[in-house]
């Protein structure tokens, strides 16, 4: 069975800056994508950052400068650095792995929990 556990999430006044967490365990082969995701209230869910097994990445252009997304591949974790927050940035974030495990020959998506940041003064 494959979990993500993601940390790190909780409040902090804009301007200020967070660091998320997510780590896989469980069965894993091996992960491609690994990527993060926001749900704003009252919004759809959106993708934040994405990094591939290269290391190659790309953001929305609402965090670019901002926001930095990087990977352990040892560790199964990645990270989202975010910096200078906005109250625009307040929404559940989860993280996202395309990972295969001993079990498939497949990649399939993965999702973690959710974790709240919340940018408010």
């Known amino acids: 069975q494959v979990q993500l556990v993601e940390s790190g999430g909780g409040l902090v006044q804009p301007g200020g800056s967070l660091r998320l967490s997510c780590a896989a365990s469980?069965?894993?082969?091996?992960?491609?994508?690994m990527g993060w995701y926001r749900q704003g209230p009252g919004k759809e869910r959106e993708l934040v950052a994405r990094?591939?097994?290269?290391?190659?990445?790309n953001y929305a252009d609402s965090v670019k400068g901002r926001f930095t997304i990087s990977r352990d591949n040892v560790k199964n974790t990645e990270y989202l650095q975010m910096n200078s927050l906005k109250p625009e940035d307040t929404a559940v974030y989860y993280c996202?792995?395309?990972?295969?495990?001993?079990?498939?020959?497949?990649?399939?998506?993965?999702w973690g929990q959710g974790t709240q940041v919340t940018v408010s003064s």
């Open positions: 996202n792995a395309q990972l295969r495990t001993y079990n498939s020959g497949n990649y399939y998506p993965f």
């Open positions: 469980g069965s894993i082969l091996n992960i491609a994508d």
């Open positions: 990094i591939r097994s290269d290391a190659n990445t």
